[in-house]
């Protein structure tokens, strides 16, 4: 059952096109990682799901709710917790979490209730009656967060929820979000590879306004060209082992990358995705008696995948 | 986590949550420093305004206190600022701030947060008026102490009279509810709060002087359109218990017209980023 659904979404501000015809549908129960560099076009897909900025072109619903034809409905089911999570200073915790209660439209003995769940699952019970131009940046994104998740909505939506913080904050914040996956569907843009490996089941590449790739991670990485590469060093003939690695069959390609003080040469062998070319490589080698000192396959992982999708040569 | 397992009690009133937004914004002007040092001020100019309306009304022919308090020069130069003082934050802050994301995310039709927000501003703005009506029991307890004291028992001074204070109040809520709404949307038009009280002062003064055209120009064949809008008549003219329904037929469908103005332009801006 499809929780989102955006159809060639397309934002440009003037002769700028932030978010170039995206689409994608995002399951119930799945944890989607949005990913990219810096002024990608992550903050904008997600301000466009939420019905905050109108797209210029194409449609997005939520739950089956067009985010423009039906805000409410559509608001309804979602928790949004926006980047640099804006909050009313002037405020203490608790008395915002019960003004945003109210404002989602929950009534009665459960604003209490809900609040004091919230609370304790982000962890705010020691700082429940601070102003909150007092909070630490950590604390002010436990509130965003505890915000979102306000009313239970089905559908979560985070930008950048560990924009800032340190690492302690970093990991605790991850595992809730990490705790929270299991009941609710989750949207989080990041730029940190290693947290959308920790925490997605699936992950929606976006560079410069396009989306390169929406997968889960095992599936990108699969059939990533960088698989099966690896790295040589050895002392001798370097075009005598160059020609005779190039000839056999699953090698694509052998790039000398240097020549290291001592003499030693630095060789990338790249080959097909999946083979594992060290066993030939080794015994080029050594059918020649060079010594060799380093030989490793690289494993593939999110990172290559972004990289590869990301790089700008 | 279906409906059927759903135990959060939810509501789909409409004015449940308008209220919930005018409880916030009233909390942010009586609950902190800022509404209580406007009020403070505006009661010291207005007392400032009462010794100089004392004099006045010492050689006067008999009207209310009111009236001399609303038609005194001094007036003026506070009741212009009080406007965009109490709004010029309400919108623009928001916006600035970022929270306006949070409140058009959240279940909340634009007009909610309008009317939330005009209402804050509007009850506020009436609170301002309230001390003014202590002046007479004031007034008493300083007779009293005259009277103790050297035996003399001055009469008249301010007096309890309705006709004296219905007037006065009905313009100022009719014409503050109008001044109130341009102010707030004046906070709509802008991220900065300064450009917004800039604006905001800028209308108010320009509506005055609107008033005060004939005066300059004498009675030029349009005159009865500024004669209408003339601030200054209706403020004469209520203060003497006159209560005319021109200007209560102007002020409400002004108001109602410049909120619609308002929620517009807050879809407005939102929608042409």
Not at chain 1, 90 to 108: P, S
Not at chain 1, 230 to 246: A, T
Not at chain 2, 45 to 74: D, P, R, W
């Amino acid at each position: 059952m499809s929780m989102v659904i955006a159809e060639h979404l397309h934002k440009a501000f003037g002769r700028f096109v932030a978010v170039r015809d995206a689409s994608f549908s995002i399951d119930k129960g799945e944890i989607v990682g949005f990913l990219g560099p810096n002024g990608a076009g992550k903050t904008t897909t997600m301000k466009m799901i939420t019905g905050y900025l109108p797209p210029t072109a194409g449609t997005a619903s939520i739950a089956g709710f067009d985010v423009l034809k039906n805000p409410l409905e559509a608001r309804r089911h979602m928790g949004y917790m926006p980047e640099n999570v804006p909050l009313y200073d002037d405020m203490r915790v608790y008395e915002y979490l019960e003004y945003r209660a109210r404002l989602k439209g929950i009534c009665g003995s459960s604003v209490r209730q809900q609040i004091a769940f919230v609370i304790d699952r982000c962890g705010l019970e020691p700082k429940r009656k601070n102003m909150i131009s007092t909070l630490s940046k950590g604390y002010r994104q436990r509130v965003g967060l505890a915000d979102a998740l306000l009313g239970n909505p089905d559908l979560l939506i985070l930008d950048e929820p560990t924009n800032g913080l340190d690492p302690n904050q970093i990991r605790q914040i991850r595992e809730l979000v990490r705790s929270l996956a299991e009941e609710h569907t989750v949207i989080l843009s990041t730029h940190i590879l290693s947290e959308v490996e920790q925490i997605c089941n699936k992950v929606i590449i976006i560079d410069q306004g396009d989306i390169k790739a929406a997968d889960t991670p095992a599936n990108l990485t699969h059939g990533l060209r960088a698989a099966g590469r690896v790295s040589i060093e050895f002392k001798g003939d370097l075009d005598c082992v160059v020609k005779e690695l190039e000839a056999f069959a699953p090698v694509k390609k052998v790039m000398h990358e240097g020549t290291l003080p001592g003499g030693w040469h630095r060789l990338i062998v790249r080959a097909e995705p999946g083979t594992d070319t060290r066993e030939k490589a080794a015994a080029i080698i050594a059918s020649h008696s060079f010594p060799m000192r380093h030989i490793y396959r690289h494993i593939p992982n999110l990172e290559d995948v972004f990289v590869e999708m990301t790089r700008r040569d | 986590m279906d409906d059927s397992t759903d135990t959060v009690k939810r509501t789909r009133s409409y004015f449940a949550t308008l209220r919930t937004i005018y409880g916030k914004e009233l909390k942010a002007f009586l609950g902190t420093p800022f509404g209580w040092v406007v009020l403070a001020c505006t009661m010291g100019l207005q007392g400032f305004c009462l010794q100089a309306v004392l004099q006045i009304m010492s050689k006067a022919t008999g009207e209310g206190v009111m009236y001399y308090m609303l038609s005194n020069v001094n007036f003026w130069f506070y009741f212009i600022f009080i406007f965009p003082l109490i709004t010029m934050r309400s919108l623009a802050e928001e916006e600035r701030q970022g929270t306006l994301e949070g409140l058009l995310t959240a279940p909340v039709t634009t007009a909610q947060i309008v009317l939330g927000k005009y209402f804050a501003a509007y009850t506020f703005y009436l609170i301002l008026w309230l001390p003014m009506l202590l002046y007479p029991w004031m007034s008493d307890l300083g007779n009293m102490y005259t009277s103790i004291r050297y035996g003399i028992d001055p009469e008249g001074s301010i007096t309890y009279r309705l006709a004296d204070w219905v007037g006065p109040y009905c313009i100022l809520a009719l014409s503050g509810a109008f001044f109130i709404a341009l102010g707030i949307l004046c906070s709509a038009m802008t991220r900065s709060q300064i450009i917004a009280g800039i604006l905001s002062t800028c209308l108010m003064i320009t509506y005055y002087f609107m008033g005060r055209v004939t005066e300059l120009w004498g009675e030029f064949p349009a005159a009865p359109a500024f004669h209408y809008l003339s601030i200054t008549e209706q403020i004469s003219a209520f203060s003497r218990g006159l209560i005319d329904t021109r200007p209560v037929v102007l002020y409400l469908t002004l108001t109602i017209l410049t909120l619609a103005l308002t929620k517009r332009v807050v879809d407005y801006r939102r929608w042409r980023r």
